[in-house]
Nanobody, 124 residues
């Protein structure tokens, strides 16, 4: 029932920008917290940014100032603007529904629905 479809990934040089998009369907989108997570080869999921149904945001400390999460409730859409990208940002990025309020927005254990992922590769 729940579907999350990401797009916008690609290859970019260090210092460049990308904007990821996620379109949600199959559930009352406006009632849930949403987030972006990433996974590099051989590593577990890492919380990148999250946003509650009320619009409050939370970011991984290492990414503050570079990434911005927004949501468009009219379009059931979630976005991640990524600026000043670094090679260490290279990973598969996933849109997710988070079964949490603000406090656990970046906890992969609270995710109850995942998108298929979109690859982001940053070269030096």
């Amino acid at each position: 029932q729940v579907q999350l479809v990401e797009s916008g990934g690609g290859s970019v040089q260090s210092g460049g920008s990308l904007r990821l998009s996620c379109v949600a369907s199959g559930y009352p989108y406006n009632l849930y917290s949403m987030g972006w997570f990433r996974r590099a080869p051989g590593k577990e999921h890492e919380g990148v940014a999250g946003i509650t149904s009320g619009g409050t945001t939370k970011y991984a400390e290492s990414l503050k100032g570079r990434f911005t999460i927004t949501r468009d409730k009219a379009k059931n859409a979630l976005y991640l603007q990524m600026n000043s990208l670094k090679p260490e940002d290279t990973a598969m990025y996933y849109c997710a529904r988070v079964n949490s309020g603000w406090s656990s927005l970046l906890d992969p254990g609270r995710v109850d629905a995942w998108g298929q992922g979109t690859q982001v590769t940053v070269s030096s």
